[in-house]
């Protein structure tokens, strides 16, 4: 008698074995699908603002390519910018006395300039206005002033040059 009892508790057992197995098995592709539902909400939620937004975008990714400017080797945009750094400083009534430059380091997409130059505080801040507006991948760290009596004299403009590797 207790055999038989025995095989009855142990073939309920499997039963409920097999279907507590079947519950946690469901109770797991129930959270991977809730995963991927929730991963495909964000993706249409993300390309819907892309579609509403997209003349914005687009203006500020043409807005952003205008502070790099786009050289093919980094000493190629160095003598670039030098040339024009003393059309702007000669167009502007400064006489130009050099223009440094750190070393370009790999990996870096920028590299320190610092121009020399003599001349009045009012070309200076039409070269400063110029550089400034016109050339926005040309940041003015600093500007020391070293002035005389008639306020003009030397002054020390630092830069930083911002490119970026691509075509012109």
């Given at each position: 008698?207790?055999?038989?009892?025995?095989?009855?508790?142990?073939?309920?057992?499997?039963?409920?074995?097999?279907?507590?197995?079947?519950?946690?098995?469901n109770?797991?592709?129930?959270?991977?699908?809730?995963?991927?539902?929730?991963?495909?909400?964000?993706?249409?939620?993300?390309?819907?603002?892309?579609?509403?937004?997209?003349?914005?975008?687009?203006?500020?990714?043409?807005?952003?390519?205008?502070?790099?400017?786009?050289?093919?080797?980094?000493?190629?945009?160095?003598?670039?910018?030098?040339?024009?750094?003393?059309?702007?400083?000669e167009?502007?009534?400064?006489?130009?006395?050099?223009?440094?430059?750190?070393?370009?380091?790999?990996?870096?997409?920028?590299?320190?300039?610092?121009?020399?130059?003599?001349?009045?505080?009012?070309?200076?801040?039409?070269?400063?206005?110029?550089?400034?507006?016109?050339?926005?991948?040309?940041?003015?760290?600093?500007?020391?002033?070293?002035?005389?009596?008639?306020?003009?004299?030397?002054?020390?403009?630092?830069?930083?040059?911002?490119?970026?590797?691509?075509?012109?």
């Open positions: 008698m207790k055999d038989k009892y025995k095989k009855r508790w142990i073939f309920a057992g499997i039963i409920w074995s097999f279907a507590l197995t079947a519950f946690v098995f109770l797991i592709k129930i959270q991977s699908y809730l995963r991927e539902k929730e991963k495909l909400i964000a993706q249409e939620r993300i390309k819907e603002f892309i579609r509403k937004n997209e003349p914005v975008l687009k203006n500020i990714i043409k807005e952003r390519s205008k502070l790099y400017d786009p050289v093919i080797s980094p000493k190629i945009g160095l003598l670039k910018v030098k040339e024009l750094l003393k059309r702007i400083i167009k502007n009534g400064l006489e130009s006395r050099r223009i440094e430059h750190e070393e370009v380091v790999a990996g870096i997409n920028s590299i320190d300039l610092t121009v020399i130059c003599n001349g009045s505080v009012k070309n200076l801040i039409e070269t400063i206005h110029d550089i400034d507006s016109n050339y926005p991948y040309l940041v003015i760290n600093a500007v020391k002033l070293d002035l005389d009596r008639n306020k003009s004299g030397k002054f020390i403009i630092k830069l930083k040059y911002n490119f970026m590797f691509g075509s012109q």
